[in-house]
């Protein structure tokens, strides 16, 4: 199956500093999704980016398919985007497979 | 619009007892699936289908069942429970062609004794 590498595994931010999640992965994809896990372990799905570049608020993620990664950008860090960031990718086969995740702790 | 609904979202178990673990979706989507997360090790797929009537093994099957005989439902059934299944259980669904990609029930969290 695909293999899907998320770094820096963790993650300590000052509040309003700005940062860069990073998801290789190992083969062409269909469908890669980036998720918030909050605190309350519930997954918020943030972006569906299998190739592109979007803009929600204060993130924004960019998928560049030909080279397999996608990027997720922070900016103005707040308290409320601690939690886990997960990159999911499915190859076209149904399974959707996880990284295991960027820790983020933004410190007040 | 309830998205993915999953029950209970908490459970206990004792060892060798078995129990369902329900998923329904009021969306209309084709895709369902389970996953189950534990310390580390992001999410890994258990089952999934793409269908009524259709399932299929994901990446961590054993000691699971799944059937799909409605469009909204995805139950999983632990046969005989273990302390390995202790984990934190999700069930997703998607449209076939989807620009949206998966929608996540808010998990349940099994603890095997």
């Known amino acids: 199956g695909i293999q899907v590498e998320q770094s820096p595994p963790d993650l300590i931010l000052q509040e309003g500093a700005n940062s860069t999640l990073r998801c290789n992965f190992s083969?062409?994809?269909?469908?890669l999704q980036w998720f918030h896990q909050n605190p309350w372990g519930q997954l918020i799905n943030l972006f569906y980016?299998?190739?592109g570049t979007k803009q929600n608020g204060r993130l924004s993620a960019t998928t560049v398919a030909t080279e397999r990664y996608s990027l997720l950008y922070i900016s103005s860090s707040q308290t409320t985007d601690s939690g886990v960031y997960f990159c999911?990718?499915?190859?076209?086969?149904?399974?959707?497979?996880f990284g295991k995740g960027n820790q983020v702790v933004v410190i007040p | 619009n309830a998205g993915v609904t999953q029950t209970p979202k908490f459970q206990v178990l004792k060892t060798g007892q078995s129990m369902t673990l329900q998923c329904a979706q009021d969306?209309?989507?084709?895709?369902m699936s389970w996953y189950r997360q534990d310390p580390g090790m992001g999410l890994r797929l258990i089952h999934y289908?793409?269908?009524?009537?259709?399932?299929d093994q994901g990446e961590v099957p054993n000691g699971y069942n799944v059937s799909r005989s409605t469009t909204e439902d995805f139950p999983l059934r632990l046969l005989s429970a273990a302390p390995s299944q202790t984990s934190v259980y999700f069930c997703?669904?998607?449209?076939?062609?989807?620009?949206?990609?998966?929608?996540f029930g808010s998990g349940t969290r099994l603890t095997v004794v």
């Open positions: 997703a669904s998607s449209r076939q062609y989807s620009n949206y990609g998966y929608t």
């Open positions: 980016i299998p190739s």
């Open positions: 289908s793409v269908g009524a009537g259709i399932t």
């Open positions: 083969d062409s994809v269909n469908n």
């Open positions: 999911a990718v499915e190859g076209g086969n149904n399974r959707l497979a």
């Open positions: 969306m209309n989507h084709e895709y």
